[in-house]
């Protein structure tokens, strides 16, 4: 993931997210900002599939619950 290390001096910097390092590795928070695109993705698609977007709605809110509790 060169992506993943690209970002990181800017993560690392950061006075907002700067704790992720000590929870997760570089891929992994990478890994878990894709899956929060999805996730909200997903949601969007609400017309279309609703079931679908209430699976999103509550992975989102796993998602985000999980990232509280890391701080």
């Known amino acids: 993931m060169a992506d993943a290390g ?3 001096p800017l993560i690392s910097e950061s006075p ?3 704790w992720v ?3 997760f590795s570089v891929t992994a928070f990478s890994a878990a900002g894709v ?3 999805v996730a909200a993705a997903l949601v969007a698609v609400h017309p279309f599939a609703p079931r679908l977007s ?3 709605s509550l992975s989102a809110i796993g998602l985000f619950t999980l990232a509280e509790a890391r701080r």
């Open 21 to 23: 390092y000590g929870s």
């Open 16 to 18: 907002f997210v700067s």
């Open 6 to 8: 690209a970002i990181q």
């Open 54 to 56: 209430a699976l999103a």
């Open 35 to 37: 899956i929060e695109l």
